[in-house]
Nanobody, 122 residues
Framework: QVQLEESGGGLVQAGGSLRLSCAASGRTFSSYRMGWFRQAPGKEREFVAAISWSGDYTYYADSVKGRFTISRDNAKNTVYLQMNSLKPEDTAVYYC???????????????WGQGTQVTVSS
């Protein structure tokens, strides 16, 4: 089992950058594939990015491709989401997710964090 805690959210102007972090508990973090999702007010939660357990493979939603980068540091039990060129439509609560099974591009996850708010002003 793994517990996840996101941090790094905040208020930023359009065109700015933020880096989200997700710290995981447990000694088996390196065996989990990880993902980031987001949910804007009044909308369903949507996939943002995913990374394989090794970090060798990544997968992005078309809406963030070229602007966001997912990475992980297995020695620190942490996954990151670097967000550049932020747009007002990126405003949402961002959630970290983990799962010990499946492929890096699978969109189902068994473990979720509580989320961190990202607000992009125009």
């Amino acid at each position: 089992q793994v517990q996840l805690e996101e941090s790094g959210g905040g208020l930023v102007q359009a065109g700015g950058s933020l880096r989200l972090s997700c710290a995981a508990s447990g000694r088996t973090f390196s065996s989990y594939r990880m993902g980031w999702f987001r949910q804007a007010p009044g909308k369903e939660r949507e996939f943002v990015a995913a990374i394989s357990w090794s970090g060798d493979y990544t997968y992005y939603a078309d809406s963030v491709k070229g602007r966001f980068t997912i990475s992980r540091d297995n020695a620190k039990n942490t996954v990151y989401l670097q967000m550049n060129s932020l747009k007002p439509e990126d405003t949402a609560v961002y959630y970290c997710a983990a799962d010990p099974s499946g492929r890096y591009y699978d969109l189902t996850y068994g473990y979720w964090g509580q989320g961190t708010q990202v607000t992009v002003s125009s």
